[in-house]
């Protein structure tokens, strides 16, 4: 019976736990890395609610710890895309009909497992599988996700009670409907969130879905898959499956029931996306989804004002949190002259009491860097610096060491123009360039900081001039979406920081808030008259 309007109240978010020495959760983090550690997982496909063993096992080995092996996976073919899919649209009819509280009581269920039983597995895994620290998996896997499932029902809710106005004797009213095919997720390496995020958000709307992770992420990946399927998401919903990312794609945007892709990755592989559905176009149905996250050349911008150890702070976590590897990270810093040199200096003495190593020594600060090929393409930026002819010189760090893991050190790159290739390229890594500029020339740098990369996801200011605060706002409009005042440029928060870049970063379309969740919504609009219009005839056309 559907006979009530339920709430879903605005969430708190997710408190993050601090893992401090002698705490319980600590104790409880250290010992479910100890579990996985002492097995050889084998990590099946998920589709249409079972578990699916292709038997082309693919090893899967902590960035930190090269010698250890976590488990497998199975790698899947354009046939399991196939499977896939048709399983969705399968299950598409009954979970487009299924009500909202019974859907919303789905996700819920699954943050409040996440943020409980499965709370210290889900964080285990993402630090061995992708080799975050325990903070940093913590705001992740936990925090982020949890934060993403609930405010999104509670966002959702508020949409589907937004209403057109009826004026006497008629009832408009808007249904929001899933789109008609079903929805391809691709989520990157980076974050266990958006890995859960990208394929939840479409599926609260009522949409199916193909969800196909990073191969780097699928250790995680498939722990959250086992909390949806325990939270009571109906088979077939979402079917995360292995296959090569291209050939993922080749079946999916050749599909006359292909809705909309839900990306998160890099801008090269979402601009090949665009172009492939853009020449299938006349296949589809309906006009598909577009909606990718990609790619940044974050800055920060240091005004002559500026608080230097605040400056310090913000570009010790901005740029090396995480091994520099989130999409947010600060990785080209303009330093004013009259404060460069402290900020150097302290900078480099604050980087040189960062520890690296394994995950599971909470001491460390920096971890490895994903895999072998982010590994060599930041060692080839960090040698061009060695042969750049005095374009660019070290500061601190340079040092790389791929004998246990993916090792580079936090590395600083002084830059002699703002024009030299690791100010404009997205590196990806723990690799930070500056660039000094005179002090009195800060408002001529605002073109350079603008037009430097084609990116526009984060960017930090930082000044205690409010004129110099108000100027930059508006002169720096366009180049991020993301935009931090005295801050670093990451670590946005669900439901306080709607994420998103513009430009080459991305179609801003805001993950975990209203703005995202109508791009998978279709909207029908009923007219519904109860006076009953019987002539054709107007007033106006009457003879006087
Ligand atoms: P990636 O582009 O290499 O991979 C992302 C996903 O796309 C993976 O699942 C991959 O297998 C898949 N893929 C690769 N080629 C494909 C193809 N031809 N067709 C279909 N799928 C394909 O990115 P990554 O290395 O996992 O993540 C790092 C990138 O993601 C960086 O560029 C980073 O800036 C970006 N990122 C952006 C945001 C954001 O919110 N803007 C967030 C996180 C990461």
């Not at 302290?346 to 995950?359: F, I, N, S």
């Given at each position: 019976?559907?006979?009530?309007?339920?709430?879903?109240?605005?969430?708190?978010?997710?408190?993050?736990?601090?893992?401090?020495?002698?705490?319980?959760?600590?104790?409880?983090?250290?010992?479910?890395?100890?579990?996985?550690?002492?097995?050889?997982?084998?990590?099946?496909?998920?589709?249409?609610?079972?578990?699916?063993?292709?038997?082309?096992?693919?090893?899967?080995?902590?960035?930190?710890?090269?010698?250890?092996?976590?488990?497998?996976?199975?790698?899947?073919?354009?046939?399991?895309?196939?499977?896939?899919?048709?399983?969705?649209?399968?299950?598409?009819?009954?979970?487009?009909?299924?009500?909202?509280?019974?859907?919303?009581?789905?996700?819920?269920?699954?943050?409040?497992?996440?943020?409980?039983?499965?709370?210290?597995?889900?964080?285990?895994?993402?630090?061995?599988g992708q080799s975050k620290n325990a903070f940093q998996a913590e705001i992740d896997s936990a925090c982020e996700l949890i934060d993403f499932l609930r405010f999104n029902v509670h966002f959702l809710t508020d949409i589907y009670r937004q209403q057109p106005v009826s004026?006497?004797?008629?009832?408009?009213?808007?249904?929001?409907?899933?789109?008609?095919?079903?929805?391809?997720?691709?989520?990157?390496?980076?974050?266990?969130?958006?890995?859960?995020?990208?394929?939840?958000?479409?599926?609260?709307?009522?949409?199916?879905?193909?969800?196909?992770?990073?191969?780097?992420?699928?250790?995680?990946?498939?722990?959250?898959?086992?909390?949806?399927?325990?939270?009571?998401?109906?088979?077939?919903?979402?079917?995360?499956?292995?296959?090569?990312?291209?050939?993922?794609?080749?079946?999916?945007?050749?599909?006359?029931?292909?809705?909309?892709?839900?990306?998160?990755?890099?801008?090269?592989?979402?601009?090949?996306?665009?172009?492939?559905?853009?020449?299938?176009?006349?296949?589809?149905?309906?006009?598909?989804?577009?909606?990718?996250?990609?790619?940044?050349?974050?800055?920060?911008?240091?005004?002559?004002?500026?608080?230097?150890?605040?400056?310090?702070?913000?570009?010790?976590?901005?740029?090396?949190?995480?091994?520099?590897?989130?999409?947010?990270?600060?990785?080209?810093?303009?330093?004013?002259?009259?404060?460069?040199?402290?900020?150097?200096?302290?900078?480099?003495?604050?980087?040189?009491?960062?520890?690296?190593?394994?995950?599971?020594?909470?001491?460390?600060?920096?971890?490895?860097?994903?895999?072998?090929?982010?590994?060599?393409?930041?060692?080839?930026?960090?040698?061009?610096?060695?042969?750049?002819?005095?374009?660019?010189?070290?500061?601190?760090?340079?040092?790389?060491?791929?004998?246990?893991?993916?090792?580079?050190?936090?590395?600083?790159?002084?830059?002699?123009?703002?024009?030299?290739?690791?100010?404009?390229?997205?590196?990806?890594?723990?690799?930070?360039?500056?660039?000094?500029?005179?002090?009195?020339?800060?408002?001529?740098?605002?073109?350079?900081?603008?037009?430097?990369?084609?990116?526009?996801?984060?960017?930090?200011?930082?000044?205690?001039?409010?004129?110099?605060?108000?100027?930059?706002?508006?002169?720096?409009?366009?180049?991020?979406?993301?935009?931090?005042?005295?801050?670093?440029?990451?670590?946005?928060?669900?439901?306080?920081?709607?994420?998103?870049?513009?430009?080459?970063?991305?179609?801003?379309?805001?993950?975990?808030?209203?703005?995202?969740?109508?791009?998978?919504?279709?909207?029908?609009?009923?007219?519904?008259?109860?006076?009953?219009?019987?002539?054709?005839?107007?007033?106006?056309?009457?003879?006087?």
């Open positions: 019976m559907h006979n009530a309007y339920f709430n879903f109240d605005l969430p708190k978010n997710e408190p993050v736990l601090s893992y401090g020495p002698g705490t319980n959760e600590r104790k409880a983090l250290k010992q479910a890395i100890a579990d996985l550690k002492s097995q050889t997982r084998d990590i099946p496909m998920y589709i249409n609610g079972r578990e699916v063993r292709s038997g082309d096992k693919k090893e899967i080995r902590p960035p930190h710890e090269t010698a250890h092996l976590l488990g497998h996976f199975h790698a899947g073919t354009g046939e399991h895309v196939k499977q896939a899919i048709d399983a969705a649209m399968a299950a598409r009819k009954n979970w487009a009909a299924m009500t909202w509280e019974h859907r919303a009581a789905i996700f819920m269920k699954a943050a409040e497992l996440l943020a409980t039983k499965y709370r210290f597995k889900m964080n285990a895994a993402t630090m061995l004026p006497q004797g008629i009832h408009n009213r808007m249904e929001y409907r899933p789109l008609e095919g079903f929805i391809l997720a691709v989520t990157p390496f980076n974050f266990s969130a958006i890995g859960g995020n990208l394929p939840t958000a479409p599926a609260m709307c009522g949409n199916v879905v193909v969800w196909k992770p990073a191969n780097t992420q699928i250790y995680s990946a498939s722990v959250f898959m086992e909390i949806l399927m325990e939270a009571g998401l109906p088979a077939g919903v979402i079917n995360l499956v292995y296959p090569p990312g291209p050939v993922v794609g080749d079946i999916c945007y050749e599909h006359p029931d292909f809705a909309g892709v839900h990306f998160t990755g890099s801008t090269g592989v979402f601009q090949s996306m665009w172009k492939s559905i853009g020449n299938n176009i006349a296949k589809y149905k309906a006009y598909p989804r577009i909606v990718g996250e990609t790619g940044g050349k974050d800055y920060v911008m240091v005004h002559p004002s500026a608080d230097v150890d605040a400056v310090v702070a913000g570009l010790a976590r901005g740029a090396f949190e995480y091994q520099g590897q989130k999409c947010s990270a600060a990785s080209r810093a303009y330093l004013p002259s009259n404060l460069a040199e402290e900020i150097k200096t302290k900078l480099v003495a604050e980087l040189k009491t960062m520890k690296m190593g394994p995950v599971d020594d909470f001491t460390n600060f920096i971890n490895a860097v994903i895999d072998e090929k982010s590994f060599d393409n930041l060692a080839k930026y960090i040698d061009g610096v060695k042969n750049s002819n005095g374009k660019a010189s070290i500061l601190t760090g340079g040092n790389y060491d791929k004998s246990k893991g993916w090792f580079i050190e936090p590395t600083v790159i002084e830059a002699n123009t703002p024009d030299y290739v690791t100010m404009c390229e997205e590196l990806f890594g723990p690799v930070l360039t500056i660039y000094t500029y005179e002090a009195d020339q800060w408002e001529s740098i605002l073109e350079t900081v603008d037009k430097t990369s084609g990116y526009a996801l984060t960017g930090a200011i930082f000044a205690q001039d409010r004129y110099a605060i108000e100027t930059m706002t508006a002169k720096l409009v366009d180049s991020a979406g993301n935009f931090y005042i005295n801050d670093k440029p990451t670590g946005a928060v669900v439901g306080q920081q709607p994420f998103g870049g513009a430009r080459a970063s991305g179609t801003n379309d805001k993950a975990g808030s209203q703005l995202n969740l109508y791009r998978w919504l279709s909207a029908r609009t009923i007219k519904e008259t109860q006076v009953l219009v019987t002539d054709y005839r107007y007033p106006f056309h009457q003879a006087d």
